[in-house]
T-cell receptor, first 119, second 109 residues
């Protein structure tokens, strides 16, 4: 299957600082990338969908000024958690769509996730 | 509205067979995905069905009935490493994935 990398895998930061997470599709071009958050023992929660070269579409309840998403190229999307607080501590997972069964409805492949701990 | 239903938890024995069911209701339909997620890790892609019938891939098979809005994931010759959550997701007319809450599969020796 297609490979998606995510960096860093784990980050600890102080409250009030900003953290940037990178998501890269390594062997395919991803026109669409997704950012999810998952709290322990809970379901994946879609935060936003980003298409290359355009503004991200945020799900209801997700603050776009707090979670800045940039999808500058077909292989890179970044999520910046601004002014992080302890309640932002979570497992953040990106996925990229492409490289799977044909057509626009291509498979989503997930990055390994980033575990964020805000102290 | 759009909805995915799958059991919360299932238990099976090593070496046995288990079937995880999923029913879906979506606005339009462009396929049904199954993902595996081990604790503390990101989901990994298992299968994709868009036509009715059974798709077999090694020990794992996935079935789809579009008329019934129903799919199942069949795991054979269960191994301890198969202990994980299995996520069912249906793709709607906008090519967006609608996720189920996942089925936690516990394998006992």
């Amino acid at each position: 299957g297609a490979v998606v990398s995510q960096h860093p895998s784990r980050v600890i930061c102080k409250s009030g600082t900003s953290v940037k997470i990178e998501c890269r599709s390594l062997d395919f071009q991803a026109t669409t990338m997704f950012w999810y958050r998952q709290f322990p023992k809970q379901s994946l929660m879609l935060m936003a969908t980003s298409n290359e070269g355009s503004k991200a579409t945020y799900e209801q309840g997700v603050e776009k000024d707090k979670f800045l998403i940039n999808h500058a190229s077909l292989t890179l999307s970044t999520l910046t958690v601004t002014s992080a607080h302890p309640e932002d501590s979570s497992f953040y997972i990106c996925s990229a769509r492409g490289g799977g069964p044909g057509g626009p409805g291509e498979t989503q492949y997930f990055g390994p996730g980033t575990r964020l701990l805000v102290l | 509205g759009q909805n995915i239903d799958q059991p919360t938890e299932m238990t099976a024995t090593e070496g046995a067979i288990v079937q995880i069911n999923c029913t879906y209701q979506t606005s339009g339909f462009n396929g049904l995905f199954w993902y595996q997620q081990h604790a503390g890790e990101a989901p990994t892609f298992l299968s994709y069905n868009v036509l009715d019938g059974l798709e077999e891939k090694g020990r794992f098979s996935s079935f789809l009935s579009r008329s019934k809005g129903y799919s199942y994931l069949l795991l054979k010759e269960l191994q301890m490493k198969d202990s994980a959550s299995y996520l069912c997701a249906a793709m709607d007319s906008n090519y967006q994935l609608i996720w189920g809450a996942g089925t936690k599969l516990i394998i006992k020796p």
